[in-house]
Structure formats: C-alpha cells, structure tokens
C-alpha cells in the first residue's frame, strides 16, 4: 500500500500535474482509484506520455515495484533519465520512484539523497507539492532510519508545502505519520491531537484509506497506555475500514493489530488473527509483512511459555527483518527475543540480543525502552556473574530514569541495585536506601509487577535480620 500510493500517485499527478486539461478533482479522483487498483489506472496515465520508448520504460518499472524487483526497477528508471529529454516535474517523478525503491529495499541514507533532490527540483520550479511530497518521503525514510528529530523537521515543512497547495490528503498523512513520530518517541498527548487532527480532516476529505490509518494509530496509543477496551475498539473500526477497501496487506496489519491488543488478555484470540494476516500475507512479497507475522506469532508462544517454539518463529523472522533494514522493527524484535532467550537461561545469546537493542534505542533517542533495554541487560550480566557491568546498567538505568522522570524504570533500576548492593557487596545501608526508593516509586505505578512484591518481601526481610 505504502508503495502505490508514494509511486503511482507521483507518477500520474507529476506527469499529468502541467497538463490543463485535467483538473485538481481530477487528481483526486486519480488518488482514490489508485489505492483500488493501481494498474489499471496507472495505465489509464500513460497517453499522456507520447513516447512509446518512455511507456515501456516505466511499464517495465512499475511491474518490477509492484513484484518487488526493486534493484531491477531502479536500473531501469536510472536508464529513464539517461535516455530521454526530461522537464522538471517528469524528472522529479522519476528520481521520486528511485529514492521509493532504494527505500523498500532497505538502503536508507540512498533514499533520502533522492527525496532531497526532489525537493530541491520542486523549489527551483516554486511548485509546493513537489516539494512537500520530497520531504514527505524524507520524513518517512528518516523514521524508518529512527532518524526522529530529522523526520519531525521534515514531516512539519512538508505540511506547509501541502497546505499551501491544498493537498488535503497528503496533509492528512503527514499529521498522521508526525504522530507516529511523536509516539514512538513517548509523547503520547501531542500524538493523540494529531491523530485525532488528521482523522478530522480525512473525515472532511471523505478519505477512508487515512481514516482507517488513524484508527489505527490510535488503537495502538490506547494500547501503549493500557486502555485495552478503547485499543480494541478503534482497532476494529479501523479493520471495517480497510476491509471496504479491499486492500490485502492492510486488513493483515490491522489483524496484527488487533491480535497485539488482545494478546495479554485473550492468547487465542490473538493468534487467530495472526494466522489469519499470515493467510493473506503469504501471496504478497512483503518481507516487512512476513518478518512482522512470524514475529508476532513468536511473541504469542513467548505468552504461553512455549519457548521453543517462540524461537523457531524469532530466527525465521530475523533474517527478515534485518534484510528490511527498520532500526525500531529491529530494536523491539531483539528486546522480545532476547527475553525468550533469558527465560531459557540462555543468557549469553540474550545479552548479545539486548545489547543491539539497547544500542539502536539510544540511537533513536527513545529513553524509555533504552533505560528498559539497560534493566533486561544488566539482569542477562547478573546470571553470566558479571557484576561490574550488571551493576553498571543498574546504574545508568537509575540516573537516566530520573533524568526523564520515568518512574517505572527507575522503580526496577532501583530493586535490582539494590539487591546487588545486598547479596553481592553486603553493603545493607546503602542497598536499604535503594530498595526503599524503589518501593516508593512502585507505589506510583498503576499496576503492581513481580518486582514491586520482591521489594516489599526484601524489605521486610532485611528488617527482620538488622533486628535480630
């Protein structure tokens, strides 16, 4: 999907955007049928390139996006430039569906060259939709880089472009996909508003394809802050949606969607639905899709503590994911199947594991999961009898925990320094300060977790022995 509607749509509007005798309902209307069925439209744009040499150039890219060939097609839309005399907006499409090939086949910083040279093409030519679609896809490459400061500054011009030209779905989108941004950094309100913001305006627009994205986006919010009932209930408002578009891979995303919310509370329900996307992932040639599939269906055997066969679906799903080149897909998955490995007293393959992720969370400035990254690391070094760098992670976990104000963290941080502190060091004074803390920051919590308990029985332990 994400594909037809950053290809197809650059194609026909840049190469039809000139022509006086299509109107901007028209290029609407073009963008709708797009995301039904892009071949037969796409192929409804091509009179408007005379040259026969030019049609079966990009007929024979385009058939090589949509397999999945992307090497192939951007050998042949290099050749496309090369070949034949180009005006600007042509031009900007062209190097526009290269950056979309280099970005699918995971050669991120390649990508971005691309988007920004379309973008520099939009500003010679004053033309604000090309140059909001360039930083668009620079937004869009930079997220999946986990570049997100770069993808907000991108996202944020793009919208001022699309405003300006009146490009209400692609505004919409960039709301969306800012959101996005936003949330996975843990600015849960700001994205809320912008997700409620966008699906506002897609509503206006009459746009199903971005309601249902925000739909979505806002299941997973309410999923992230624990309110399973209104994630549940947004999820399936977006699977009707999609479903009325027919669109395959969407409805399976959103089945993993769904499963994801549920798979706590209702394990079957869950891995129904992940058995269902994998039926309709399956034709397709989505590696992203495949590798996410298999990962989920890991996650729900990690859930029912059948660990070999939680791993059997993690290493089928990790030469996936690495090939897709996604460092926020990447971080998550390691951080999940480094805790299968750890719950198997595997501890030196879970180290290596959360290591990655740590370093890919750092990396994308997401301070909560690196301080939970930390924690699960520190733990694997405790069981490998690594002392300093278990109570090194303790350590950096505490003091970036309070940085942030991250009361969870600096909860678990706490217990597990302190309880160094006690059976490793014997030193009782300062492992009481850590785990009354730790306690105290507990007690904040919504919910109580196995770390709260130990440290309440610890406490009442080592009073006991000072008493005695």
């Known amino acids: 999907m994400e594909i037809i509607i950053g290809v197809?749509?650059?194609?026909?509007?840049?190469l039809l955007q000139k022509k006086s005798s299509v109107?901007?309902?028209q290029f609407e209307r073009f963008e709708a049928e797009i995301r039904r069925n892009f071949r037969d439209v796409y192929l409804d744009g091509l009179p408007e390139i005379k040259e026969n040499k030019k049609k079966k150039v990009l007929l024979e890219s385009t058939e090589l996006i949509a397999k999945g060939q992307f090497k192939d097609a951007k050998d042949a839309l290099k050749r496309y430039l090369r070949e034949f005399p180009l005006n600007e907006s042509e031009k900007a499409a062209i190097v526009d569906m290269i950056g979309l090939c280099y970005l699918y086949s995971g050669h991120l910083d390649e990508a971005i060259m691309n988007f920004q040279e379309v973008q520099l093409i939009g500003e010679r030519?004053?033309?604000?939709?090309?140059?909001?679609?360039g930083l668009f896809e620079m937004g869009f490459a930079n997220v999946k880089k986990g570049a997100f400061d770069e993808a907000q500054t991108s996202?944020?011009?793009?919208?001022?472009?699309?405003?300006?030209?009146?490009?209400?779905?692609?505004?919409?989108?960039?709301?969306?996909?800012?959101?996005?941004?936003?949330?996975?950094?843990?600015?849960?309100e700001e994205a809320k508003k912008l997700y409620e913001k966008s699906l506002a305006l897609a509503k206006q627009n009459n746009d199903i394809y971005i309601q249902a994205l925000n739909y979505q986006n806002l299941g997973s919010l309410y999923h992230d802050i624990n309110q399973i009932e209104k994630a549940q209930s947004h999820h399936e408002e977006a699977l009707k949606l999609f479903e009325s578009l027919d669109d395959k891979l969407d409805i399976a995303r959103q089945l993993h969607m769904l499963g994801m919310a549920c798979l706590d509370s209702e394990p079957e329900k869950a891995i129904k639905?992940?058995?269902?996307?994998?039926?309709?992932?399956?034709?397709?040639?989505s590696?992203?899709?495949?590798?996410?599939?298999?990962?989920?269906i890991a996650q729900y055997y990690s859930c029912k503590k059948d660990y070999d066969k939680a791993e059997?679906?993690?290493?089928?799903?990790?030469?996936?994911?690495?090939?897709?080149?996604h460092k926020y897909k990447l971080a998550v998955f390691c951080a999940n199947f480094g805790a299968v490995y750890a719950e198997t007293e595997r501890y030196r393959e879970a180290s290596e594991l959360f290591k990655e992720a740590l370093a890919l969370f750092i990396y994308m400035k997401m301070n909560k999961q690196a301080i939970d990254a930390h924690i699960s690391l520190g733990r694997t070094y405790l069981h490998l009898e690594q002392d300093d760098y278990?109570?090194?992670?303790?350590?950096?976990?505490?003091?970036?925990?309070?940085?942030?104000?991250?009361?969870?963290?600096?909860?678990r941080s706490l217990y597990y320094s302190g309880i160094m502190k006690y059976f490793k060091f014997n030193d009782l004074d300062s492992a009481l300060n850590d785990l009354n803390a730790a306690n105290t920051n507990f007690k904040k919590l919504d919910i109580e977790i196995d770390e709260g308990k130990l440290t309440k029985e610890l406490l009442e332990k080592i009073e006991l022995k000072r008493q005695s």
Not at 390 to 411: H, P, Q, R, T, V
């Open 125 to 133: 030519i004053k033309d604000h939709y090309i140059q909001g679609l």
């Open 155 to 188: 996202y944020l011009a793009a919208m001022k472009h699309f405003t300006e030209c009146n490009s209400l779905y692609h505004l919409a989108l960039s709301m969306s996909n800012l959101g996005i941004t936003l949330h996975r950094q843990g600015h849960i």
């Open 312 to 325: 059997e679906f993690f290493l089928q799903a990790l030469p996936l994911i690495r090939k897709v080149n």
């Open 273 to 285: 639905n992940f058995l269902t996307a994998k039926d309709l992932i399956e034709p397709t040639d």
């Open 23 to 25: 109107s901007k309902e």
């Open 390 to 411: 278990a109570f090194k992670c303790f350590s950096d976990a505490i003091m970036n925990s309070e940085e942030i104000d991250y009361e969870g963290g600096l909860a």
């Open 8 to 14: 197809f749509i650059a194609i026909i509007i840049y």
């Open 287 to 296: 590696i992203e899709d495949k590798a996410a599939n298999l990962a989920l």
